[in-house]
């Protein structure tokens, strides 16, 4: 079985100072790993994926995130926030041999203070 | 292109009742999955379909919840009976059929469920 840990439940930024949002995973087969955003009383976005390839992966809005697959991590950062990107942050994985379900973390609630 | 629609966006219900809720996949996506969101939580799988079929349902409680993906309308997921532990956001998502394992699942705006 796989399961998603994400340390962090709130992260307290200010406006244009540099984010990570951390993310460790757990599972016995390799696996896909994702970072979606929710904004207040919204569905989830996709913000990237890793699927295979390249370790570091670019999504959108200037978020990146980083594969490690010695430490089973995901971490997710942003080198600038801005107020816009005050939201929910959701780590999730899938396994590729099998199911297509999405195993979520926690969450991780990312303000930005002015 | 419509993204994935739910309705209703909220639904109050009170203890007893059924509850009703549907999804419509965006265009040309045939697999269906749904998700619970507790509060404070993150979510939670439930069921996976395709087309007149469930895939896996692992996630779904063993009574009083069922799923449904007809040939023809949304995808149907019901609660029947339902207790205020079922008060929860409730998120549909669709992919394309090409090859689920990779495509990327994109999420409806979910249905909020409120049993007093």
């Known amino acids: 079985a796989q399961s998603v840990t994400q340390l962090d439940s709130q992260v307290p930024v200010f406006e244009e100072a540099p984010v990570e949002l951390r993310c460790n995973y757990s599972?016995?087969?390799?696996?896909?790993l994702f970072w979606y955003v929710q904004y207040p009383n919204q569905g989830l976005q996709l913000l990237l994926k890793?699927?295979?390839?390249?370790?570091l992966v670019k999504g959108i809005n200037g978020f990146e995130a980083e594969f490690n697959k010695s430490q089973t991590s995901f971490h997710l950062r942003k080198p600038s926030v801005h107020i816009s990107d005050t939201a929910e942050y959701f780590c999730a994985v899938s396994d590729p041999q099998g199911a297509q379900k999405l195993v979520f973390g926690q969450g991780t609630r990312l303000t930005i203070n002015p | 292109n419509a993204g994935v629609m739910q309705n209703p966006r909220h639904l109050v219900r009170r203890r007893g009742q059924e509850a009703r809720l549907r999804c419509s996949p965006m265009?040309?996506?045939?697999?269906v999955y749904w998700y619970r969101q507790l509060p404070e939580e993150g979510l939670k799988f439930m069921v996976y379909l395709q087309k007149e079929n469930i895939i896996d349902e692992s996630g779904m409680p063993k009574e009083r919840f069922s799923a449904e993906f007809p040939k023809e309308g949304p995808s149907i997921l019901r609660i029947q009976q339902v207790v205020r532990g079922d008060s929860a956001a409730y998120f549909c998502?669709?992919?394309?059929?090409?090859?689920?394992?990779?495509?990327?699942?994109?999420f409806g705006p979910g249905t909020r469920l409120l049993v007093l």
């Open positions: 265009k040309g996506h045939s697999h």
């Open positions: 599972s016995s087969v390799s696996v896909y």
């Open positions: 998502a669709s992919s394309h059929n090409r090859d689920p394992t990779q495509e990327t699942q994109y």
């Open positions: 890793y699927l295979s390839g390249s370790t």
